[in-house]
């Protein structure tokens, strides 16, 4: 996939999109609606100031009692001051229900996303997702704080402005009018461009956040190969791709301004021509027009203002349409309406009955009519060739995926009855490529059993043949971090603290997927010991690659073209079945001296 194909998007953002923030904002609303007064009355207060102003020049000053000027100046100090004051109350009131706001959303955005299906994070970039959840949630709270709060109130103090220039003269109100009013055209023009670039920047700055990721995470792979300049070079042209549509906006926002400076200055020259006439006339005080200019000048950051906010509004919209993308994704592996509760004590009898399994959009199912039964207690290798559907069928124990037809039970229950977190209480899993957090081995081998003591985490340990390297990693023991993703560690610890982690909750049933794939040799046959005082309380189902896991379990099953090709013990198989001997790579040779049916590994 293309590095420009990430995500499925949805065509026609809109601002209704916006609407559905209400469930948000609903209790946050008394000191929102608090920020928005204090914001009104900061510009009722300058608007105030021309009225003032007005008074000064055609009472005291025309008069000549410049003494009586001085409570009249005061008054527009005070006025001031008091819409200093307001500013600064907006932002106290503002800036802690707009955080809240962003980190509910966020703790919602990543709850949705751990319910999610393995489907939808295999198709969709990490770094989009991620860019919704940062960059996109930091933009909608800047537009609750600022811009949506000016956009209603600047609304509002443009209708007030309007209202008092028709007060002190109508012939200067209609002339600030004629400038005012192509304004909000220039604004909702420029809106629809600037709307569709700013969700062309949010798209590249998620492809971008990927290229980036998944280069620090296969930054060795890439060294290896020598591939550090052509990732350069892929690395550039996003960059590219991303400048030229920031560089969109900035143009479109470049336009927008121009027009949003020049019209309101041809508005005030014009109430300039017409109201020295009225003056020349006697029609028209020079207190009128003062204060006319200066209403219609304060009036200009407003106007400027709103400009700017239905930008940022159409950003907001662009950033609010692609998180709801993602909350509106619903999750298709689901608790029941009425979950059933698990047999007690769990006996951990796990049955197949007719599964099959496809994949969505896929042409063919992967699994067919599998029938399989593991008794409680037994341990049930599965062996196959790749692509033979393995770990497909063991995802669909803890239900990382739901059968397409037939069931899956345990102890009689089928799984799509039982809530998922009793579910994955009963089974413990441990994947071949084993994920490990940047946190604590504690916290990484907790993640079994979030109320195991350090006495069980040991005991995992100790099972799983951990403990030593554990120890040996420094002081700390179990609070030792290890680097994101363990990638400081070995394989083979990787795999043994994803071992530990399976059976740290003692579950009734295991699924392993390849146990053994990344231990040498010596480290397998320590591992493999432990695994077998484990698997004698625990019914186990094991994806198995070699001759030695297989021979671990009590039965193996063989599977091909998506159904169970062959069944019964590693012996009887090697007997029976070319196929099995050769997944094996073993040959039918008697070794000297072996009872029968021993075999000797190539």
Known sequence: MSVNDAAPRRSGSSFTALWRLGPYLRPVGVPVAGAAAATLAALLCGLTIPLVTQRIIDGPLTNGRTGQAIWLILLVAALGAAEAGCFYGRRKLIARPTALVESRMRADLFRHLLRLPIGFHEHWQSGQLLSRAVNDLVTLRKFLA???????????????????????????????????????????????????????????????????????????????????????????????????????????????????????????????????????????????????????????????????????????????????????????????????????????????????????????????????????????????????????????????????????????????????????????????????????????????????????????????????????LGPDGLGTRIGEQGLSLSGGQRQRLALARAIVGRPALLVLDDPLSALDLHTEAEVERALRRVLRNSTALVVAHRPNTARMADRVAVLADGRIAALGTHRELLDSSAHYRSLMSVTPLRTPGAPDGEVMSR
């Open 146 to 472: 600022f811009a949506a709060v000016f956009l209603v109130v600047n609304s509002l103090t443009l209708l007030v402005g309007l209202a008092l220039l028709f007060s002190i003269e109508p012939s200067l109100a209609l002339v600030g009018l004629c400038s005012f009013a192509p304004l909000l055209l220039v604004s909702f023009f420029f809106e629809t461009r600037y709307k569709a670039a700013a969700r062309e920047v949010q798209d590249q700055t998620g492809h971008f956040t990927t290229i980036v990721e998944e280069t620090m995470l296969g930054i060795r792979v890439l060294r290896s190969f020598g591939q550090g300049r052509a990732r350069a070079r892929v690395f550039r042209d996003q960059a590219r791709l991303l400048r030229r549509g920031e560089m969109r906006i900035v143009r479109i926002m470049a336009a927008l301004s121009t027009a949003l400076l020049i019209l309101p200055e041809l508005g005030i020259a014009g109430q300039l021509a017409l109201g020295g006439t009225g003056i020349a006339h006697g029609t028209l005080t020079l207190g009128d027009l003062v204060a006319a200019v200066t209403v219609s000048t304060y009036l200009r950051w407003p106007t400027e203002c709103i400009g700017w906010a239905l930008a940022e509004t159409s950003t907001a919209a662009a950033a609010c349409d692609r998180y709801w993308e993602i909350r509106d994704t619903e999750p298709d592996i689901t608790d029941p309406p009425r979950p059933r509760p698990a047999a007690q004590p769990v006996r951990g009898a796990l049955r197949f009955e007719n599964v099959s399994f496809q994949h969505p959009g896929a042409d063919r199912p992967v699994l067919r009519g599998v029938d399989l039964e593991i008794r409680p207690g037994e341990t049930l290798a599965l062996v196959g060739a790749t692509g033979s559907g393995k770990t497909t069928l063991a995802g669909l124990v803890p239900r990382m995926a739901d059968v397409s037809a037939g069931r899956i039970t345990v102890d009689g229950v089928d799984i799509r009855e039982l809530a998922l977190t009793e579910l994955r209480t009963i089974v413990g899993c441990a994947f071949e490529d084993p994920m490990l957090s940047s946190l604590t081995i504690r916290d990484n081998v907790a993640l079994g059993a979030p109320d195991a003591t350090d006495d069980e985490i040991r005991a995992a340990l100790r099972t799983a043949s951990a403990e030593e390297f554990v120890d040996a």
